[in-house]
T-cell receptor
Framework: KQEVTQIPAALSVPEGENLVLNCSFT??????LQWFRQDPGKGLTSLLL?????REQTSGRLNASLDKSSGRSTLYIAASQPGDSATYLC?????????????FGGGTRVLVKP | DTAVSQTPKYLVTQMGNDKSIKCEQN?????MYWYKQDSKKFLKIMFS???????INETVPNRFSPKSPDKAHLNLHINSLELGDSAVYFC?????????????FGSGTQLSVL
């Protein structure tokens, strides 16, 4: 059974500092890994999707790496801003499954202080 | 235009009642999902429909019954509500189920059972 863990559970940094969020998964047989952002009282927004054959994806200040063999992904957010404050969730999709059956981690709650 | 919309946003009800949550997507996606986010913020899949056909049915009490009148709608009906049903329920959609792509989430329905 796939388990996804995110460490730390919460993170507080001053504005301008780089953020490093970690995600680990127990079963390396994944199809892809996604990073989501969740704001309080709102739904999830997909930030980056990394296919299992890829090592990283970049979008603006965000960069996500994937090491499938070791079951790890890291989300880097450069030069953090107060608007980056949110909960960040990672989720993996299995190779053999009917449907988009994601397994989510518990999230990292990020606070960027001005 | 909201891509995935669900109503109501908040639902407060008594134990034993029956309630429904509605979801609609205007993205032209074939696949829709219901996820449950518990108090510890873990998101878990409940159901998935592809073109009105059920393709994922996790271990969910049969008090929960999804209904998909067409591929743009997936409603969730809950009978005999219990305290443990209190959670945030998210609807989501994706283009296809067999090749997992990005998920698009609704903003959630916060259900409180008193």
């Amino acid at each position: 059974k796939q388990e996804v863990t995110q460490i730390p559970a919460a993170l507080s940094v001053p504005e301008g500092e780089n953020l490093v969020l970690n995600c680990s998964f127990t079963d390396s047989a994944i199809y892809n890994l996604q990073w989501f952002r969740q704001d309080p009282g709102k739904g999830l927004t997909s930030l980056l999707l990394i296919q299992s054959s890829q090592r990283e994806q970049t979008s603006g200040r965000l960069n996500a790496s994937l090491d499938k063999s070791s079951g790890r992904s890291t989300l880097y957010i450069a030069a953090s801003q107060p608007g980056d404050s949110a909960t960040y969730l990672c989720a993996v999709s299995p190779i053999k499954a009917a449907g988009n059956k994601l397994t989510f981690g518990g999230g990292t709650r990020v606070l960027v202080k001005p | 235009d909201t891509a995935v919309s669900q109503t109501p946003k908040y639902l407060v009800t008594q134990m034993g009642n029956d309630k429904s949550i509605k979801c609609e997507q205007n993205l032209g996606h074939d696949t829709m999902y219901w996820y449950k986010q518990d108090s510890k913020k873990f998101l878990k899949i409940m159901f998935s429909y592809n073109n009105k056909e059920l393709i994922i049915n996790e271990t969910v009490p049969n008090r929960f019954s999804p209904k998909s009148p067409d591929k743009a709608h997936l409603n969730l009906h809950i009978n005999s509500l219990e305290l443990g049903d209190s959670a945030v329920y998210f609807c989501a959609s994706s283009p296809r189920p067999d090749r997992p792509r990005e998920l698009f989430f609704g903003s959630g329905t916060q259900l409180s059972v008193l």
